[in-house]
C-alpha cells in the first residue's frame, strides 16, 4: 500500500471518501491498525489514560509521547502518522510550539502534529508550526487537556455560547493553516454546518456524520475498562478475552498442563550424555573435596 500523503487525504475528502482514523500508540498497535488499512494513525495524548494509567490527559511528557510515538511510527508503514502534543508543551510561546512540533517530526517521525484549542493564543501556534513546515491537525470541541476550563468531560457546541465559540474557532483553525480537523463531543447538527462552512477535512469523534471519524482503539476493542463516552462503539471484548485468555495460562502452569512437549525442545542423546557427564564431575570433585 502506497504511503497515505495530505494530497491523498485532500483527495478523498473532494471525492466524499470518508477519512478513517484511529488511535495507537505502539508498534503492535500501530501494524494491527496499518494492516487493516486506516488512512491516519493517532498517537494520541489520550495515551496518557489508556496506556499509562494517568486519570487524564494532562500529565503526560513530550518524552513519553515520544516513546510511544517512535514505536507507532515503527509500525506504521502506510498510514499517515499524526502526534498530539501534550498539554503544556506548547502553552508558553510559539518557539517552544515549534521546538515541541519538531521534536515529533524529527525524533518520531511524525507526519502532522495535532494541537488543541483554537482561542488567539492556539491560532499563533499552528500559524507558527505551520510556518515551520510541520503539518496541523486542529481539535476543537471537547479538547481533555483544558477540560476543567470547559467545566469538564462534556459536549461542546449545546448552547448559544459554545456553538457561536465552536463556529469562530473552526474558522480560525483553518485560516491559522490547520489541514484537518478533529472534531470531539458536538451535535451532529453543527458539525453539519461546520463541514459546509469548511475547506478542511473534519475528523467526528462524537460528532456525527462528518469527513472521517476517530476512535481510540483501546475503547473500540474493549480493552477500557469500565464505562466509556456515549460516542463509544465497542468492535470486540479484547480486554476480557485477554483476561481470559491469561487466567487459562496462569491455571496450566499451576496445573502442570503447561508447558505440553509440543512446546518443549529435545536434547540429542549425546548432549543429555554429556550434560550428565558434567554432572557425574561436579558431584565426584565435590566428594573429594567433603563439601
Ligand atoms: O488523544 C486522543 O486520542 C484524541 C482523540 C480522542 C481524537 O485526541
Redesign the pocket.
Known amino acids: 500500500m502506497p504511503r497515505v500523503t495530505i494530497p491523498m487525504l485532500v483527495r478523498k475528502h473532494e471525492s466524499g471518501e470518508p477519512i478513517v482514523?484511529v488511535?495507537a500508540y505502539d508498534f503492535p498497535g500501530a501494524r494491527v491498525a496499518d494492516r487493516a488499512g486506516v488512512d491516519m494513525v493517532?498517537v494520541?495524548?489520550?495515551?496518557a489514560q489508556v496506556v499509562l494509567g494517568y486519570d487524564s490527559?494532562v500529565p503526560v511528557s513530550t518524552d513519553e509521547m515520544l516513546v510511544l510515538a517512535r514505536a507507532a511510527r515503527r509500525g506504521t508503514e502506510s498510514a499517515f502518522l499524526v502526534c498530539?502534543v501534550p498539554f503544556g508543551s506548547t502553552e508558553i510561546s510559539d518557539a517552544q510550539a515549534i521546538e515541541t512540533a519538531v521534536r515529533f517530526v524529527k525524533e518520531a517521525g511524525a507526519d502532522a502534529v495535532?494541537l488543541?484549542g483554537g482561542s488567539e493564543p492556539r491560532l499563533s501556534r499552528i500559524r507558527a508550526i505551520v510556518s515551520a513546515g510541520i503539518p496541523v491537525v486542529a481539535?476543537l470541541g471537547l479538547t481533555?487537556q483544558t477540560a476543567t476550563a470547559l467545566g469538564g468531560l462534556r459536549a461542546q457546541g449545546r448552547t448559544e455560547a459554545t456553538a457561536t465559540r465552536l463556529v469562530r474557532e473552526a474558522r480560525g483553525v483553518q485560516e491559522a493553516g490547520a489541514f484537518c480537523l478533529?472534531v470531539?463531543a458536538v451535535p451532529a447538527e453543527i458539525t453539519a454546518l461546520l463541514r459546509d462552512e469548511l475547506r478542511i477535512p473534519i475528523?467526528g469523534?462524537g460528532a456525527g456524520e462528518a469527513d472521517g471519524q476517530?476512535?481510540?482503539a483501546h475503547d473500540l476493542l474493549g480493552i477500557t475498562e469500565g464505562r466509556t463516552a456515549k460516542f463509544v462503539k465497542r468492535y470486540a471484548q479484547v480486554g476480557e478475552d485477554s483476561a481470559a485468555a491469561i487466567a487459562a495460562y496462569a491455571a496450566e502452569v499451576r496445573s502442570g498442563a503447561f508447558p505440553a512437549p509440543e512446546h518443549c525442545y529435545t536434547a540429542t542423546a549425546e548432549a543429555l550424555a554429556a550434560a550428565r557427564a558434567e554432572l557425574d564431575r561436579g558431584r565426584a570433585e565435590r566428594l573429594d573435596r567433603g563439601s
Open positions: 482514523m488511535t493517532l494520541g495524548d489520550s495515551a490527559t498530539d495535532k488543541e481539535h481533555p478533529v470531539e475528523i469523534i476517530v476512535l481510540v
